[in-house]
């Protein structure tokens, strides 16, 4: 901080030594001493102000430029606002706001405000859902306005005044530079004016831009107008994009709640079809089998004959087995000695005596009769 006019007068006023001074005193003194001290120490702060404070002003032009750019030509942002005035009208059909041909850009912010009858939507959402159904690009139209949110924290008049100041200490540099003040000031004004002017040629394009966003969105052409466009369409991209992650949110709701009435339907059928396969008359299906060593009470057979009394026990051990009867002889082919056999008992075996018999018929025949029943065995 440079001294006031009393310290100096102070400083020079003292008559003694100016080595008894303290060393801030001492410094005072002797910077009194140099000609012209306060305007050459201003030359020596503007020199190491000037430039960086101008590219920022330039930093801050552009990107209010770019963001008026960016608003005139984002066409995803005119699709949707194009959406939300045809959406009013047919809200407001039939009335006299019915049939507007646009509205004002502040009242963005109120689409919220506006409920619909399902819980947790409104406007907002219903536009995000028709901007979905049109098209998806529509809803990534915020990442096409990356310079709107930083251009909504610039204000152009301010950058305007900071111009001005430093054009006004350029030029008092300049007056001094023809004094004679610095040997290396002419360098620094000729790069100084050079950059400002350059500056001011940004300057002249963000006002042309500006005013052409401005009558775009039919907003006024005032001071700061740019400014409360990005900060409302900043906002209102924020907006929307909340609204796209919770629709996203309400349809995939919706999803898991139709996938677990989808698996009840599925199990309320299964029910219905087991109860028709128990009813009488109708097919049955095989029981599930019952776990190891149980034997479940509806498997169990039902026994409603009387019991029967039981058998005594055999005394002094099993009863031996009845003979088996004779296997019958095998009859011969033929069995004539059998047809022509006495009734009575007879011995058995060959030497049984025949018959007497005249005849010689009935000797043939007992011949052949004699020679079956040798070959026959004996019963």
């Not at 005193?25 to 430039?51: A, D, I, N």
């Not at 608003?71 to 047919?90: F, P, R």
């Not at 900043?234 to 909340?242: P, S, V």
């Not at 026994?303 to 051990?317: D, F, I, N, S, Y």
């Amino acid at each position: 901080m440079l001294p006031g006019a009393a310290e100096v007068a102070r400083l020079r006023a003292f008559s003694g030594s100016p080595w008894q001074l303290p060393d801030p005193e001492l410094f005072m003194l002797l910077l009194t001493e140099v000609p012209s001290y306060t305007q050459r120490l201003e030359l020596l702060v503007l020199q190491e102000e000037f430039f960086p404070r101008l590219s920022a002003l330039r930093g801050s032009i552009q990107t209010l430029t770019d963001a008026a750019t960016e608003l005139l030509e984002c066409e995803e942002l005119h699709t949707i606002l194009h959406l939300i005035l045809s959406t009013g009208n047919h809200l407001n059909s039939g009335g006299y706001a019915g049939s507007a041909v646009g509205f004002r850009i502040a009242s963005l912010l109120k689409l919220p405000d506006t409920k619909a009858n399902e819980p947790g939507m409104d406007l907002l959402h219903f536009v995000a859902m028709e901007a979905a159904r049109m098209q998806r690009s529509l809803l990534d139209f915020p990442s096409k306005l990356p310079h709107v949110g930083p251009a909504s924290r610039i204000e152009e008049a301010e950058v305007e005044g900071e111009l001005r100041r430093l054009a006004g200490r350029l030029a008092g540099a300049r007056s001094l530079g023809a004094a004679g003040l610095g040997p290396r000031l002419p360098p620094f004004l000729r790069a100084a004016e050079e950059e400002l002017r350059g500056t001011r040629a940004a300057m002249d394009r963000l006002h042309r831009t500006a005013a052409a966003a401005l009558d775009f969105y039919c907003e006024e052409a005032a001071p700061g107008g740019l400014q409360e466009l990005c900060a409302v369409l900043h906002g209102f991209a924020g907006r929307f994009l909340g609204a796209v992650q919770e629709n996203r949110a309400r349809e995939q709701a919706q999803r898991r709640r139709q996938q677990l009435e989808l698996q009840r339907q599925k199990r309320r059928s299964v029910a219905s079809c087991s109860a028709r396969d128990a009813e009488p008359g109708g097919p049955r299906l095989l029981p599930a089998l019952p776990p190891p060593f149980a034997s479940p009470p509806a498997l169990q057979r039902r026994h409603t004959a009387p019991e029967l009394p039981a058998l005594p026990e055999p005394r002094g051990g099993p009863e031996p087995r009845p003979p088996e009867p004779p296997t019958p002889a095998p009859t011969p082919f033929f069995g004539l000695a059998g047809l022509f056999q006495r009734k009575g008992p007879s011995a058995p075996g060959p030497s049984r005596a025949p018959p007497s018999e005249g005849s010689a018929l009935l000797g043939f025949l007992r011949r052949l009769a004699a020679g079956g029943a040798r070959g026959a065995p004996t019963s």
